[in-house]
């Protein structure tokens, strides 16, 4: 499940050697980072100022809105300097990627940048909320209709690895538990995957809502596929013989300053333990994928044929 591309290996791969490994399900992983990092001073002070100003669990810069969210009291040079750092994190890696997995960035769209100060380990947070639960994403952003999360990480801690857990790979999870999940539908047909009546008039009220300027009121759009992919995201995190099934399960350890990149609808995943990281998100086209027969929307589009 883990496919390490080294500087020489990275150095060496074509054009799709990245992407494909993500679309079959791989942890594509760096055991250095492949796109530079903020200054120590910069890395210094993530680490121990900014959990002092948080007033959610991260802190995130929203593009499409243009601002960070997350942040108590902070007076405007402090608020300048996050949206710096994470602005620069995340135009670094949009490079990387446009670079080394470029079908993938075709039409894709950019999400949030965000950074993660807060011990994953032994938060006792509701089983939805718990990144310590194994879980697949679902839902970001709103309606993604079928498109890809692709989520990019960067172990920014100098001293501490960060560890996660995966039970593996959406179509054999989907096979193990979709029917106790409910998901597993019979013979509804090719199209109950795809976007009502009801669900286009949302959308459409959603995008004029944020055309006159609320640009976030688009994460309240929904769709048929987004809404089947929460159920099986809340059932796996609700289901404590899911989460104390051992088939499947296998740990990965990720050092400082290593990072690397998946996607988190297709592999899953929970953050055992670890602090401080840079999570970068996007949206890829299900149209721009190689091998789109493995993405869970055709999984479950093909299933309820």
């Not at 059932?235 to 989460?243: I, S, V």
């Amino acid at each position: 499940m883990l496919q390490t591309f080294d500087q020489s290996r990275l150095a060496g791969a074509g054009p799709n050697d990245l992407s494909d490994a993500l679309e079959e399900g791989a942890i594509v992983f760096f055991p250095s980072s492949p796109v530079p990092l903020p200054s120590p001073d910069d890395l210094e002070f993530f680490r121990v100022e900014l959990p002092k100003l948080l007033k959610l669990k991260n802190i995130s810069y929203h593009p499409e809105a243009g601002h960070v969210r997350g942040l108590g009291d902070a007076d405007a040079a402090t608020a300048q300097r996050i949206t710096r750092v994470l602005t620069g994190v995340s135009g670094e890696i949009e490079r990387f990627l446009k670079a080394k997995a470029p079908g993938l960035t075709k039409d894709w769209t950019v999400g949030t940048c965000s950074f993660r100060p807060i011990q994953e380990k032994g938060r006792n947070l509701k089983p939805h909320a718990s990144n310590e639960l194994v879980h697949v994403d679902a839902g970001a952003y709103g309606a993604t209709n079928g498109d890809r999360i692709l989520r990019f990480f960067i172990n920014v801690n100098p001293t501490e690895d960060r560890v996660w857990a995966s039970k593996g790979t959406f179509p054999a999870v989907y096979q193990r538990y979709g029917k106790a999940a409910g998901i597993a539908v019979a013979n509804p047909g090719t199209n109950y995957l795809r976007k009502g009546p009801l669900d286009h008039l949302r959308t459409g009220l959603l995008k004029g809502v944020a055309a006159l300027g609320l640009p976030a009121a688009h994460v309240l759009d929904s769709s048929p596929y987004d809404r089947v992919m929460r159920r099986f995201h809340n059932f796996m995190k609700d289901t404590p013989a899911f989460q104390q099934d051992t088939e499947g399960h296998v740990e990965f350890r990720f050092p400082p300053f290593s990072a690397w990149m998946v996607f988190t609808d297709m592999v899953s995943h929970a953050s055992l333990s670890g602090q401080h990281a840079f999570v970068h998100t996007s949206i890829v086209r299900l149209a721009s994928c190689r091998k789109p027969e493995l993405a869970p929307y055709n999984i479950l589009r093909q299933s309820a044929a």
